[in-house]
């Protein structure tokens, strides 16, 4: 009896041990979301001219890493930050989660899985801030053929007023490829776009979902 009662205590602890490691990285992943919003919410393009390193650019990519690194247990958190009162760590989440899903900014790690976050980045295509909006729907894109759920609510931001989000839709739709199909009669009407940059993504989506070879640029 003794013994039973050792046996499921022991039991018990590693059980508890395994709540405590979860909620411990819950608890990191929702500091390091909070800390995004101390970013600029655009990578820089180059260098500093000066030859000495960007603090806060180091910052960023230790913050970006220590998220790759909780992965799947990341989600939840980045999730939640996606619809925060603050537009900064909103643009912010949206920044890194196009970072992570894409190969393009750190191309030595493997692509993180943000599939689970889809639903929530659809309804953040209709934030109130252009640039969140711009920014999701490149994470989209980023998702690929998955992200056909997000399909109608690229389309319908393809008539956004910012010309940003317009761009961005097309980037997204690009993204999904051919599975993308149903959005061909939206996009050949935004090859009459006012803007010539919207009319050339829009002439590349159609391409890219027609799945004839093309680089963008």
Same mark, same amino acid.
């Given at each position: ?107 030595? /790690? ?92 829009? /002439? ?14």
């Amino acid at each position: 009896m003794n013994a039973f009662i050792r046996a499921g205590s022991f039991v018990l602890a590693i059980v508890a041990g395994g709540y405590v490691g979860m909620a411990s990285a819950q608890d990191k992943a929702d500091q390091l979301v909070g800390s995004l919003r101390m970013f600029p919410a655009a990578l820089p393009g180059i260098a500093p001219s000066n030859g000495k390193p960007d603090l806060n650019e180091e910052r960023r990519r230790q913050v970006y890493s220590e998220l790759r690194e909780l992965d799947q247990q990341a989600l939840p958190a980045l999730i939640r930050g996606l619809a925060d009162r603050d537009v900064q760590l909103r643009r912010n989440v949206a920044l890194f989660l196009g970072t992570a899903a894409g190969e393009w900014y750190d191309p030595s /790690q493997p692509r993180m899985n943000v599939q689970a976050a889809l639903p929530a980045l659809i309804t953040s295509l209709t934030d109130s801030d252009d640039r969140v909006r711009e920014l999701v729907a490149q994470v989209i894109g980023e998702i690929g053929p998955s992200a056909v759920a997000a399909v109608p609510a690229l389309m319908k931001l393809l008539t956004d007023p910012s010309e940003g989000s317009r761009n961005s839709a097309c980037l997204g739709l690009a993204g999904v490829g051919p599975a993308a199909k149903a959005a061909l009669p939206a996009l050949r009407k935004a090859l009459s776009d006012k803007n010539p940059t919207v009319r050339r993504f829009a /002439q590349r989506a159609i391409e890219r979902i027609e799945d004839v070879s093309v680089r963008f640029q």
